[in-house]
T-cell receptor
Framework: RKEVEQDPGPFNVPEGATVAFNCTYSNSASQSFFWYRQDCRKEPKLLMS???SGNEDGRFTAQLNRASQYISLLIRDSKLSDSATYLCVVRVNTDKLIFGTGTRLQVFP | EAQVTQNPRYLITVTGKKLTVTCSQNMNHEYMSWYRQDPGLGLRQIYYSMNVEVTDKGDVPEGYKVSRKEKRNFPLILESPSPNQTSLYFC?????????????FGSGTQLSVL
């Protein structure tokens, strides 16, 4: 079993739709959680950190469920510019990040 | 502008010909790291450095070397490249390690080893 698992997609959604991605992790001692965004063949960029209480940044909402060991990302009112691959990232100790393979989102007009 | 600069952006080479991919950051970051990204495998860490003269192996260090003689530079060296090292490589840095710190990535180096 992979340490961090994501549905690769693609998720094809129309503009304005709400879409949600989940990510599961296997190490119950994982300490921090993040969503990164990666455009095709470009560098990943931090989208948002994920806190236990959940957090929101504009149209983006991230949630953490430690009991079930998953994190989620909700995107409301999807824009064409949201088309990208979303990487789930888990910090398992002070030295190590585990990257998921990503979920591809395609928003169409 | 705060950034991580990698060079070259694209590199085609032949098996066994030593190469170096450079990485430099201008943010006075202590932590630097190299990753490779392959389809279906996600980003995997090759080597990392918590500070000058301190380097450690990541998950896939075989066939790679690094050095951290200065804080800003963290070159990746392939002494004898092989075709299985064909990949997309990213250098990354953060201020003080990984604890809730944002990682800044370079723009990547697409390496092809023939």
């Amino acid at each position: 079993r992979k340490e961090v698992e994501q549905d690769p997609g693609p998720f094809n959604v129309p503009e304005g739709a709400t879409v949600a991605f989940n990510c599961t992790y296997s190490n119950s001692a994982s300490q921090s959680f993040f969503w990164y965004r990666q455009d095709c063949r470009k560098e990943p960029k931090l989208l948002m950190s994920v806190y236990s209480s959940g957090n929101e940044d504009g149209r983006f909402t991230a949630q953490l469920n430690r009991a079930s060991q998953y994190i989620s990302l909700l995107i409301r009112d999807s824009k064409l510019s949201d088309s990208a691959t979303y990487l789930c990232v888990v910090r398992v100790n002070t030295d190590k990040l585990i990257f998921g393979t990503g979920t591809r989102l395609q928003v169409f007009p | 502008e705060a950034q991580v600069t990698q060079n070259p952006r694209y590199l085609i080479t032949v098996t066994g010909k030593k190469l170096t991919v450079t990485c430099s950051q201008n943010m006075n970051h202590e932590y630097m790291s190299w990753y490779r990204q392959d389809p279906g495998l996600g980003l995997r860490q090759i080597y990392y450095s918590m500070n000058v003269e301190v380097t450690d192996k990541g998950d896939v260090p075989e066939g790679y070397k690094v050095s951290r003689k200065e804080k800003r530079n963290f070159p990746l060296i392939l002494e004898s490249p092989s075709p299985n090292q064909t990949s997309l490589y990213f250098c990354a840095s953060s201020l003080r390690g990984l604890k809730n710190e944002k990682l800044f990535f370079g723009s990547g180096t697409q390496l092809s080893v023939l």
